[in-house]
């Protein structure tokens, strides 16, 4: 699709515009794609990959010759599989009257292999399977890895010893954590390029296939309007908001070993901020693009202990109903002081940013779940109007939101005339609401990077000298958050978080939005 959108914006429907990524190869009657999801009988397998694969299916966006081989050490025959993943593919696209037979046609190229991550064997014997699919087909190869990091290096290993293509590509997709600080990144790395060269390797960042996160670099770079005020002479503050309402329910264990800092501001949100903040690129090229994110993420400050505020959520009792704090969680140690919730401000030492304060807020079981990108515009100077809004100035300036989820948006708060006789002004906002102005459902973040990865489109996967980047920002800060053993603090259950995050907003003269 991104070719196509090289090609000429208008020229694409948004009907046509996946149909063009079904168009693969010249010759796709002469290849194949083996998509083996690693890990088959876990949660993201079954939440996220499969379906994913299938609505991708739907679209008529798979190629021709795609087969989908589910591994894992359970036993399960191939009919087991298709009866797992049945339970989680929707029909949710358009609702279309053919969506069941279309299910069974996906299920039929479905299958299972059961073997160990670490077994060469066992890769072998999915090798031997795989061909006789393929049918003497140059063989394209993905391979999804959606495992438990401490056994990625196994699996790599296996699968590009035994079952990596002898005639086309093979790729491999790895979700993160990509380790937890620079060094045990930087090793992660090392280890997977004993067998991958950096090109087969696809990190995943789902955030980064979420419609309006892609949507950012269109809205900046293609309008006149935005890009002239994308500065520290006009932006007062970014805000990059993520929160949940709900706690880590049955998946503690990974949780606490990472902290919300790990899971969602070193990688979302930080990606959101370098795609927020970027020089315009060369070109849409991946290269270019991840080049000028590197860029960004190279001229920021560390993080320090007194930029951030660190919350744990405790339980809360209202309506008769106990939710459980944290530390209820059976899989996390008691006396845990994991972060669950962390409030930052972060600067990019740089001409165009300045001195802006770039404010991030992560949280689980908070009140409301949504993730945000906020950009608060400074005063008018010497603004006529100003009286109209008192002391509170705050009010009186512009606020851009682009909402990522749920229900997206993008809209622009503006000071309005309130209609009628007298002179009066309100805040009013200018409203893209994606659900009344486009009727097409929006494609799961999963669904894009899949194809993405089939099509060997880079752009929206992380490049390694950008995690190292990444790294280098949170290793300091949580290094020391774990040495002096930093007691969150702590909020209820369903709350806004802590009010520290408030004092640290007021530090820099924000209001969180
Ligand atoms: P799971 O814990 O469900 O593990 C996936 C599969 O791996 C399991 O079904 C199991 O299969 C095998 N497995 C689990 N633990 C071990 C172990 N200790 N040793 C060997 N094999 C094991 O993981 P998820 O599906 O939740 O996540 C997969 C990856 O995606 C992880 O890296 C996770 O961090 C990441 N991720 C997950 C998200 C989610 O929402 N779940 C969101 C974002 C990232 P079997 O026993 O059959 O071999
Ligand atoms: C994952 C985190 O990367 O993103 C989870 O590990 C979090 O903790 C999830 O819940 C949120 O993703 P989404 O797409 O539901 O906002």
């Not at 090109?199 to 955030?207: E, G, L």
């Not at 300091?476 to 640290?504: D, M, N, Q, T």
Request: proline letters at 4%; a neutral charge; one cysteine or more.
């Amino acid at each position: 699709p991104l070719n196509k959108l090289k090609e000429g914006l208008t020229s694409v429907s948004s009907s046509e515009e996946l149909k063009v990524a079904a168009s693969f190869d010249d010759n796709e009657n002469e290849s194949s794609v083996s998509i083996t999801v690693v890990g088959a009988s876990g949660d993201l397998a079954k939440k996220k990959i499969f379906p994913a694969l299938f609505a991708l299916y739907y679209e008529d966006c798979l190629p021709k010759h795609f087969t989908v081989y589910g591994y894992a050490r359970s036993k399960m025959t191939d009919a087991e599989l298709r009866n797992m993943v049945s339970k989680t593919l929707t029909c949710r696209i358009d609702k279309r009257e053919n969506c069941g037979e279309k299910m069974e046609e996906f299920l039929k190229r479905c299958f299972y292999h059961s073997g160990q991550y670490d077994s060469e064997k066992n890769f072998a014997e999915l090798d031997k399977k795989l061909k006789e699919h393929e049918a003497g087909r140059v063989s394209n190869r993905l391979f999804y890895l959606s495992i438990p990091p401490n056994i990625f290096i196994d699996a790599v290993k296996c699968a590009s010893l035994s079952a990596s293509s002898g005639s086309g590509w093979t790729r491999v997709i790895v979700e993160k954590p990509f380790g937890r600080d620079s060094k045990s990144s930087a090793a992660l790395t090392k280890s997977l390029k004993q067998y991958l060269e950096e090109d087969q390797i696809f990190r995943i960042d789902h955030y980064l296939g979420k419609e309006l996160v892609e949507n950012l670099s269109v809205l900046r770079f293609s309008n006149l309007i935005f890009e002239p005020l994308w500065s520290r002479q006009y932006i007062r503050n970014v805000q990059l908001i993520f929160s949940e309402d709900f706690g880590t329910e049955g998946r503690g264990g990974y949780f606490d070993n990472y902290g919300i800092i790990r899971d969602i501001m070193q990688n979302h949100l930080l990606q959101i901020l370098a795609l927020f903040a970027m020089e315009t690129p060369v070109s849409l090229d991946a290269e270019d693009i991840r080049n000028e994110k590197v860029k960004v993420l190279r001229s920021m400050r560390p993080l320090q202990l007194e930029d951030v505020v660190i919350g744990q959520y405790k339980s809360h009792t209202k309506g008769g109903f106990t939710y459980p704090a944290y530390t209820d969680d059976k899989t996390v140690p008691k006396g845990s002081l994991t972060p669950t919730f962390a409030a930052a401000a972060l600067f990019i030492n740089n001409a165009r940013w300045d001195g802006v304060p770039f404010l991030m807020k992560a949280g689980k079981a908070l009140h409301t779940k949504r993730a945000e990108i906020r950009v608060q515009f400074r005063h008018v100077p010497g603004n006529l109007y100003n009286r109209n809004f008192g002391t509170d100035l705050d009010r009186a300036t512009n606020e851009l939101v682009i909402r990522v989820q749920p229900d997206e948006a993008i809209y622009l708060k503006i000071n309005n005339k309130v209609p009628g006789l007298g002179m009066r002004l309100d805040r009013s906002n200018l409203n893209l609401h994606y659900a009344a102005r486009y009727s097409k459902e929006i494609p799961d973040a999963y669904e894009r990077l899949l194809l993405d990865a089939i099509e060997g489109e880079r752009r929206l996967f992380i490049r390694s000298d950008e995690l190292d980047a990444a790294w280098s920002l949170f290793t300091p800060l949580l290094k020391e958050l774990e040495e002096k053993k930093i007691i969150p603090e702590y909020y209820p259950h369903g709350s806004r978080g802590p009010v520290g995050a408030h004092y640290l907003a007021a530090r820099y003269n924000v209001r969180w939005g």
